[in-house]
């Protein structure tokens, strides 16, 4: 079983629970998981606060930025064995979860670049008055991130958070624990010192929440749902403390009749269906002008019908679903598109080959009408939803 990484090492949850991580490749256990509660996030906290008044508290920007790059060396040669982490636990194709892995270590290389440039101000107020800003760490911060790039978005807000001189407690989504939990031993690999950064594994409505509440939280960054971030927001006002949240979108493509069609067709497949659609900036619906809206439907689909899918360590274009449930909510969203008169072009469901796992084939639908769920609500799928359109205003419309 593994547990949480609180003051530089691995403990159970307080009350002794714990979940089991699922391949979604093969719907078949990966590891138990310490079940995080309040007072494991109590632990994490105060640790994260003894932090910051001790040794981490003391160290110059530039020492700062230099455990930095030692955390970035320690993951740049540990990459492989995250990337297998990642596919596993995610379901995404090897190849994308090493490419996470090398932003991972850009992002924090350039953080720690930046933490001895943080620089307050003076003000000129006249001779006899010396007036500046003096910037200080914020203090102990809570960090939730998705299941999508779970190591990618952890580090994200992570390391301006460390490059700044905060500490951190760290709650990896339930779908995706395992890279945040390889991240803490690889912090005290890098002489990062305990306490810096905690890892508590859990659910949103026992750990997550719990962070939010806490009073020695004095800051909380969010990537998920709407629905999740408007809790978070209203959590985090008890205490007033500042929220950075990044939410769902439901992002369009509008192409025109005189739009570069083969150019077209490729980012469609990108921006459409990377990541198995499990991508918050994805273009998921595509509004066409209509004297190109066939010829473009039938182009895109014939490039979709080409993108291979399967599990995630076979490498293919697209791997599975997250989990489950996520599948279940696709599913749902394709049948009723189906009920409200959208045409399936190709995909719409399980891909016949793959009896296991949690897999959607590419799917584009026709013909879809802008009012309904499928065109106004995100997916978080391997779906493309087309609407044509006659004129520009129409189109915004």
Same mark, same amino acid.
């Given at each position: ?32 998981? *310490? !079940? =995080?509660?309040?007072?494991? @996030?109590?632990?994490?906290? +105060?640790?994260? /606060? #003894? $932090?910051? &008044?001790?040794?981490? %508290? ?38 994308? *979860? !090493? =490419?996470?892995?090398?932003? @991972?270590?850009?992002?924090? +290389?350039?953080? /720690? #670049? $930046?933490? &001895?440039?943080?620089? %307050? ?277």
């Amino acid at each position: 079983m593994k547990g949480h990484w609180i003051d530089g090492g691995e403990v159970p949850a307080a009350d002794g629970r714990s979940f089991v991580t699922v391949d979604p490749s093969t719907e078949e256990p990966i590891a138990a998981v *310490a !079940r =995080g509660g309040a007072e494991d @996030v109590e632990r994490a906290v +105060r640790a994260a /606060a #003894g $932090a910051l &008044d001790g040794a981490w %508290g003391r160290l110059a920007p530039a020492e700062r930025g230099a455990l930095l790059h030692r955390l970035a060396d320690r993951i740049a040669a540990a990459a492989d064995e995250l990337a297998q982490l990642e596919a596993r636990d995610v379901g995404k194709p090897l190849r994308e *979860a !090493r =490419g996470d892995m090398a932003g @991972v270590v850009a992002t924090l +290389r350039y953080n /720690a #670049g $930046a933490a &001895d440039k943080v620089e %307050g101000a003076t003000i000129p107020l006249g001779p006899e008055v010396v007036d500046f800003t003096l910037l200080e760490p914020l203090g102990v911060t809570g960090h939730i991130v998705p299941w999508n790039f779970p190591l990618g978005m952890a580090a994200r807000s992570l390391a301006p958070a460390l490059a700044a001189g905060c500490t951190a407690v760290l709650k990896p989504a339930e779908q995706s624990p395992l890279t945040a939990l390889r991240l803490g031993p690889l912090c005290a690999e890098a002489g990062i010192p305990p306490g810096v950064v905690n890892v508590v594994t859990g659910f949103g409505e026992e750990a997550g929440e719990a962070l939010v509440r806490h009073p020695l939280v004095r800051g909380v960054t969010f990537t998920g749902s709407v629905a999740t971030g408007r809790k978070v927001m209203a959590a985090a006002a008890s205490t007033i403390k500042p929220v950075v949240l990044e939410l769902g979108g439901k992002n369009p493509l509008l192409a025109f009749a005189d739009a570069d069609l083969d150019r077209l067709v490729e980012d469609l497949a990108d921006a459409a269906f990377g990541n198995s659609g499990q991508v918050c900036s994805a273009c998921s619906r595509l509004l066409v002008e209509r004297p190109v809206a066939a010829e473009l439907v039938e182009r895109i689909a014939a490039r979709a019908r080409r993108i291979t899918v399967g599990p995630a360590l076979e490498d293919r274009d697209l791997g599975p679903l997250v989990s489950a449930e996520q599948h279940g909510r696709v599913l749902a969203y394709l049948d009723a598109a189906r009920q409200d008169g959208a045409r399936v072009v190709c995909g719409g469901g399980r891909p016949a080959d793959l009896p296991r796992g949690w897999f959607v084939a590419p799917t584009v639908l026709d013909r879809v009408d802008p009012a309904s769920p499928i065109a106004r609500e995100e997916v978080f799928g391997p779906v493309l939803a087309v609407s044509a359109f006659d004129s520009e205003e129409e189109a915004l419309r």
